[in-house]
């Protein structure tokens, strides 16, 4: 089925240092990707997408670019801020269906 | 208020006790989901509502009841819970039918903590 994969773990870095965050999809058709992000207590929100092929997504110093080629959606940012801890979904929702298919999610921590 | 709210934030209840868990979202969407989200495990879908018909069901058990009597609000009422049921429970909404047929993103609310002793 369709389905998001992200890498095992948490992620812990200093500040300013750069982060990438990787994430593979398997999906029939043509799916639109996205990154959430959830903050301590909150729920998810938007942090980018792309809505097809060579599409980069961005926000707030954050990008990530729709790759066909090698089905991967990985999200960057080149120098994190503590306040940019959080954890960090993937997720997959096709063309004309707008369920999403989430990965398990990274807990990113930036130390001062 | 704005986006999509729930209430209450945080719930501790007993496995004999009933309580709802309310949801409102103030974009104008015609698509209400309710997800579980617990540590370790990816999200999980349970229940999507298109214009307050329920369009899935994801294998739910029926302790967990689903209302949806308009658009903008959705309830879910919780009855004889078990400890495994203590997770987050969001809810979110979305715009369905665009003619472009690109996956709409989903706005979430804050979720309800809920723990069953």
């Known amino acids: 089925g369709d389905s998001v994969t992200q890498m095992e773990g948490p992620v812990t870095l200093s500040e300013e240092a750069f982060l990438t965050i990787n994430c593979t999809y398997t999906?029939?058709?043509?799916?639109?990707l996205f990154w959430y992000v959830q903050y301590p207590g909150e729920g998810l929100q938007l942090l980018l997408k792309?809505?097809?092929?060579?599409d980069k997504g961005s926000n707030k110093g954050f990008e990530a670019t729709y790759r066909k080629e090698t089905t991967s959606f990985h999200l960057e940012k080149g120098s994190v801020q503590v306040s940019d801890s959080a954890v960090y979904f993937c997720?997959?929702?096709?063309?004309?269906?707008?369920?999403?298919?989430f990965g398990k999610g990274n807990q990113v921590v930036v130390i001062p | 208020e704005t986006g999509v709210t729930q209430t209450p934030r945080h719930l501790v209840m007993g496995m004999t006790n009933k309580k709802s868990l309310k949801c409102e979202q103030h974009?104008?969407?015609?698509?209400m989901y309710w997800y579980k989200q617990s540590a370790k495990k990816p999200l999980e879908l349970m229940f999507v509502?298109?214009?307050?018909?329920?369009?899935e069901n994801n294998s739910v058990p029926s302790r967990f009841s689903p209302e949806c009597p308009n658009s903008s609000h959705l309830f879910l009422h919780l009855h004889t819970l078990q400890p495994e049921d203590s997770a987050l429970y969001l809810c979110?909404?979305?715009?369905?039918?665009?003619?472009?047929?690109?996956?709409?993103?989903?706005?979430f609310g804050p979720g309800t903590r809920l723990t069953v002793l």
């Open positions: 974009l104008g969407h015609n698509a």
């Open positions: 509502y298109n214009f307050k018909e329920q369009t």
């Open positions: 792309a809505t097809k092929a060579d």
């Open positions: 979110a909404s979305s715009q369905e039918g665009r003619v472009s047929g690109a996956t709409d993103t989903q706005y």
């Open positions: 999906a029939t058709g043509y799916p639109s």
């Open positions: 997720a997959l929702g096709l063309y004309g269906n707008n369920r999403l298919a």
